[in-house]
């Protein structure tokens, strides 16, 4: 029980994390309109930001914005700051989350133009014919 | 076919709570993403660029290279919508 | 079970003087918090992509609130597509300039023999430098993907 609950208390952010990446892949491939298919496809996009960004705390660090007269004196320690890594690889999968949305609204507007629906069976049917 | 999907959900989700058994404890020190080049970041960043912001001096000063290649992204997102929407007016 | 949905043009709304009014008052306070956000990127959390979001927030604002024709009004469309390409420019303009003056691509410390500061004082300009063209690229970006995507391309008439 007590290994139990140290197990939960040292991992439940990754559990969070995994339910909501998996409520993302269920809209993904669990529904058959085209727009809720690439609304799953955002929550899976931030659902793993936010595991990127939870597994860079440290306990009891700090923000990763120094003060530039007391570090240039006496220096700063690695494990008082958070890891400011994943901060700087999540700006750039943000935009790549922006740049993919905006690009696949785009091909539902003229999948729209073309088919007449922006339902998964229907547009199937009608490409079968 | 939602039956089908809902049981692949689930057996992903087991497989992936079950690989967070190899994951370091949250808030660790001494987890392998804290180790190899992070400390490095920390302690040269501010006495190499003058900037208090580790997070902006990495973005564009150490890792640069990324953050350009990120500009062209957007750039080509913008330029894909619009020759995919945009027509001449017939 | 598939409805059928109502396009926004069917149920026409019309000029509403609070929404006006209240939006003409903010935008050019949002344009000034986003200058702020990417002028102090070094001391605060900020930086160029934030502040090209917000500036091209004001401008998908200006497009919602009163019509599309006024916000390409004050945002012309070929001034749009000249920023995009100068953002990137800039950028891309300052590693090869670097380059061009004997150090790596985007090595700004060694942009030094244009003006006297410090090699140290150059990468917080060369920081700074790249910022402002990665803000220009992102409004620029933003502000023409919510004009595409809202009037289908035709860029008459939006939301």
Known sequence: MDAMLQEIVAKYNYWIYVVLMMIGFYAMIGKSNLVKKLIGMNIFQTAIILMFISAGVKKGGGIPILDKQAVLERGVEAASIVNPLPHVLMLTAIVVSVSVTGVALAILQRIHGLYGSLEEDEILEKIDR | ?90 | MKEHYTLPQDRPIGPSLIIELSCRIMIPFIQLFALYVIAHGHYSPGGGFQGGVLLGAAYILMAIAFDQKTSMRFFPLRVNTALAGTGVLIYTGTGIACALLGGLFLDYSALEPLFPLGPVEWRSMGIFIVEVGVGLAVMSIMVSLFWDLASGGRLDRGL
Do not use: Q
């Open chain 2, 1 to 90: 076919m939602k039956k089908r999907a809902l049981l692949s959900t689930l057996f992903t989700g087991a497989l992936l709570l079950y690989g967070t058994g190899d994951f370091p404890p949250w808030g660790d020190p001494n987890a392998p993403a804290a180790r190899h080049v992070s400390p490095l970041y920390i302690e040269k960043s501010v006495e190499d660029t003058h900037v208090p912001n580790i997070v902006t001096a990495v973005l564009a000063d150490y890792r640069g290279y990324d953050t350009m290649f990120e500009t062209i992204v957007i750039f080509c997102a913008g330029v894909v919508v619009v020759s995919a929407l945009r027509r001449p007016d017939a």
